[in-house]
């Protein structure tokens, strides 16, 4: 995909709650905010990514669902957000019929990739429209969903939460990553692991974050989100938090997290 020069990212995790919707938002906006063009797709039926960037609800015409089940192309269903450079394309919980609506169609795997290619084709030429960057906000689970949102991917950036058996999930989400490599999308690369929610007041949280280091090395990124009240309060204002209290400890990190990410994609696209 790098001769388009956009990067599609899936921010996956079967695992609920560790830190993929927080993620996507705030890496989007540091993105955004170091001048990338950035589009978040949330492909959640919680729509939390679309709520966290401000998009109410009565705004959410079209969705992610009409793009993989109507196929209503992706830039119909773009909406700005109150983020320079970023945007989105929202969420809402029809999403959550996806699995049934799609299941005779056996191609169903590959609609959003069909959609986000057929966008990124159009617009390859137009510096005012072409994306750097497409991060799409999966769902807590394994579903038609995250294979869609895998096979669209060029590759995964994978939060995980600092807790007891962080690893554990990881393993299910990895053989999931062979079987989609096998068949839909044999490029899927795992980009990065981010570890999320570090309590550096717990023990817990170093020797999870170790272990993880040994198991995954270097695919695992220096940059640390650490557990940060501000990231959790931002959301119910609408705003990424790096808007929200941009000096927070919470901002910081995912600012650091974005410049890694960047030197990373430098090196791979020098190699
Ligand atoms: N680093 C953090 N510090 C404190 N709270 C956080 C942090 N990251 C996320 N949270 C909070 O934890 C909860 C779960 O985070 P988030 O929604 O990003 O996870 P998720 O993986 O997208 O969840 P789901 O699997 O339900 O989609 C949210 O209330 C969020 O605000
Ligand atoms: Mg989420």
Redesign the pocket.
């Known amino acids: 995909m790098s001769d388009t020069g956009t990067r599609i990212l899936a921010i996956a995790?079967q695992?609920?709650?560790?830190?993929?919707?927080?993620?996507s938002i705030n890496l989007g906006t540091a993105l955004a905010a170091v001048g990338r063009r950035v589009l978040v797709v949330d492909f959640?039926a919680?729509g939390?990514a679309s709520t966290g960037l401000g998009i109410m609800r009565a705004d959410r015409r079209l969705t992610s669902y009409d793009v993989v089940v109507d196929r209503t192309p992706l830039d119909e269903a773009i909406l700005t957000t109150l983020v320079p450079r970023l945007e989105i394309v929202p969420g809402d919980e029809n999403l959550s019929g996806v699995e049934t609506e799609l299941a005779e169609d056996p191609r169903r795997s590959y609609r959003l990739r069909e959609a986000i290619r057929d966008h990124v084709a159009k617009v390859a030429h137009d510096p005012d429209k072409r994306y750097d960057f497409i991060l799409i906000?999966c769902?807590?689970s394994l579903s038609s969903l995250t294979i869609n949102a895998m096979t669209a991917a060029d590759a995964l950036l994978v939060?995980l939460q600092c807790e007891f058996l962080a690893l554990e999930g990881l393993s299910q989400l990895l053989r999931t990553v062979e079987v989609v490599r096998s068949g839909l999308n044999p490029q899927l690369d795992i980009q990065g692991v981010v570890l999320?929610?570090y309590d550096k007041r717990n023990n817990l949280s170093d020797q999870v974050a170790d272990e993880v280091r040994e198991v995954l090395g270097n695919k695992v990124y220096k940059t640390v989100?650490?557990?940060?009240?501000r990231?959790?309060e931002a959301?119910s204002f609408g705003k990424p938090a790096l808007l929200y209290d941009y000096r927070c400890p919470?901002s910081e990190a995912y600012i650091r997290l974005a410049s890694e990410m960047l030197q990373r994609e430098r090196m791979r696209a020098a190699a």
């Open positions: 995790n695992k609920g709650g560790v830190g993929k919707t927080t993620t959640d919680q939390n906000d769902p807590p939060p999320t929610m989100i650490p557990r940060n009240v990231l959790s959301p919470g």
